[in-house]
């Protein structure tokens, strides 16, 4: 029987889109940052639920990319927010970050499209 071949995913590898990939490398950062600051406090809903977030930020490929990205936004819920537990000096910079990362994603969904 024939080996299982890894199936890509389609579109361009996340290495070929530069602007992307430091994008999600710098919410990878403020990630680490906001992070930390949930495990110095001790808050341990914050910690479990950003746990994973930096090291898919800086691994993941475009589409799960996407997903992460989206997934570390809801933290920022209207009714439930993690800028209501943390410091602004983590939150919002990461806020930031996720906004231009998912910006740039739907940039390059748009021109794949064409």
Do not use: Q
């Not at 639920?49 to 933290?75: K, Y």
Request: charged share 35%.
């Amino acid at each position: 029987m024939p080996e299982p071949t890894a199936r890509r995913a389609p579109g361009p590898a996340r290495h070929e889109l530069p602007v992307v990939d430091d994008l999600a490398l710098t919410a990878a950062r403020h990630a680490d940052r906001l992070l930390a600051e949930a495990r110095e406090r001790g808050d341990a809903r914050w910690v479990a639920f950003f746990e994973a977030i930096p090291d898919h930020l800086r691994d993941d490929e475009l589409r799960a990319l996407r997903s992460t990205a989206t997934r570390a936004r809801a933290a920022y819920g209207p009714n439930d927010s993690v800028r209501d537990v943390l410091s602004a000096d983590v939150t919002e910079p990461f806020l930031l970050a996720l906004d231009r990362l998912l910006r740039e994603l739907a940039r390059e969904f748009n021109r794949s499209r064409r």
